[in-house]
């Protein structure tokens, strides 16, 4: 089947750390997001990338970096300089512009301790 | 940028009536707009969308319409049971723009 998958589904950081989350699809999909979701609110873009090697910052994307080595993967990282990175994180993939949809992880919940 | 505002926050029905939640956006360019379900834990499913060239779309319980002039549109949930209790998201994009912007979402419940 194809789809988008997210690792792991729980996280734990330390003060300090950097952790990344995976993405990785089977869809042939061109474009890839990366979402922040806090309780109660809506989704807030980080990072997307159109095609391979290349990718643009979003709204929030200050504390995160990503990669696009690959089509099919499109991690992210939370770096120590996020200072409040406990959130829900969803990746997401499309056929690229235009009038197509967002297919969605099953996001990672990532809770700083 | 275009903005997405979602009306109401909050929406609590019983079993059996209907339920129906607005969206407005503000860039008179956008053309694509889906409405999603997310289950709490899980990440958003689409379950309905419409382009900017019909006024409305119906998907057996669901029905979305679309008013270009006035910017906004609408999704109507008919006959609703408890599963379809969820967040539930509007969004908005244009075919020159990168991402989608989403709407803040309305919880859902439907009471047995």
């Known amino acids: 089947d194809g789809g988008i998958t997210q690792s792991p589904k729980y996280l734990f950081r330390k003060e300090g750390q950097n952790v990344t989350l995976s993405c990785e699809q089977n869809?042939?999909?061109?474009?890839m997001y990366w979402y922040r979701q806090d309780p109660g609110q809506g989704l807030r873009l980080i990072y997307y990338?159109?095609?391979?090697?290349?990718?643009q910052k979003g709204d929030i994307a200050e504390g995160y970096s990503v990669s696009r080595e690959k089509k099919e993967s499109f991690p992210l990282t939370v770096t120590s300089a996020q200072k409040n990175p406990t959130a829900f994180y969803l990746c997401?993939?499309?056929?690229?512009?235009?009038?197509?949809?967002?297919?969605f992880g099953s996001g990672t919940r990532l809770t700083v301790v | 940028g275009e903005n997405v505002e979602q009306h109401p926050s909050t929406l609590s029905v019983q079993e059996g009536d209907s339920a129906v939640i607005k969206c407005t956006y503000s860039?008179?360019?956008?053309?694509?707009f889906p409405w999603y379900k997310q289950e709490l834990g899980k990440g958003p499913q689409l379950i309905i969308d419409?382009?900017?060239?019909?006024g409305e779309k119906k998907d057996q319980r669901f029905a979305v319409t679309l008013n270009k002039t006035a910017k906004h549109f609408s999704l109507h949930i008919t006959e609703t049971q408890p599963e379809d209790s969820a967040v539930y998201f509007c969004a908005a994009r244009k075919n020159n723009n990168n991402d989608m912007r989403f709407g803040a979402g309305t919880r859902l419940t439907v009471k047995p």
């Open positions: 419409i382009r900017s060239n019909v």
């Open positions: 990338s159109q095609i391979v090697n290349d990718f």
């Open positions: 997401a993939s499309s056929m690229g512009q235009g009038t197509s949809s967002y297919t």
């Open positions: 869809l042939n999909h061109d474009a």
């Open positions: 860039d008179s360019a956008s053309n694509y």
